[in-house]
């Protein structure tokens, strides 16, 4: 049985540090009304949305870092996007700051459906950078600091016709965090990010060997766990910082078969079939009948390398 969904990249160009969250959501409620004029079913917003990726600056006043932060979700900013989202039956993936209750600071992204119904969350596992400011860098990646890591694994959820899972950013350099949704039978890995368009310890790396490291992860991710993933970027020039783009759409072969353009507010739309994650799941990734694990041990009982002697 056919199950046929569009779905949608909404790249951010860049958010600039005096943005408000509302000309933001306006922005992304823009970037709907494109997705309903496409027919599109699902769209995934991208890592941080809301806001400039503030991790660059280095922060010592808390409620500064807690200005970033969103309380609760939807709120009075925020509101408008869901309601403008469920009129139109367009589910989607956002990611943002979150503030717990009771004082926890996560890089969280949510997932809701086409009513306008949260039916997920995932907090970012995989937290790259450092916590304290660093002078050999060309500038700062300061995520260490501002957030803990996820503490809900990778779940997924049935939604959509679907299965789905999300991801946040550096997430998706690792092939753990594909594997552990691949196990759950996800069909659809929506994901978002913001990464330096340069690496800021090491000059001589341009932006299409980074671009490529980010096709290679999310293809490979796709392909051998028999999935689509989408993955949004926020790009673009922040206060000066680039950030790139190359938001794409890749299917459960490893393809790319949609990607964006520019580096600015852009959507990118594939018509997909969930049922076309099946053939791998049933024969080159058919996990239950190939996989080896009395020779995983290393992947979740050890961290570093451990040489040999
Ligand atoms: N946002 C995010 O996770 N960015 C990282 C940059 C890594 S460089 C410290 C990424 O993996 O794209």
Redesign the pocket.
Known sequence: MPRPLRVAAAQSGPIQRAESRQAVVKRLTDLLDQAHAAKVDFVVFT?LALTTFFPRWYMTDQAEVDSWFEREMPNAATRPLFEKAAAYKIGFYLGYAELTPDGHHYNTAILVDRDGRIVGKYRKVHL??HSEFDNERAFQ?L?KRYFEPGNLGFPVWRTMGGIFGMCV??DR?WPETYRVMGLQGVELVALG????STNSQKADEGVEKRLFHHRLSVQAGAYQNATFVVATAKCGVEDGHPLFGGSLIANPDGEIIAEARTEDDELIVAAIDLDDTRFNKETIFDFKRHRRTEHYGRITSQVGVELPK
């Open positions: 890592e790259p950078g990646h995520e950013c550096n350099r990010y913001n990464t330096p």
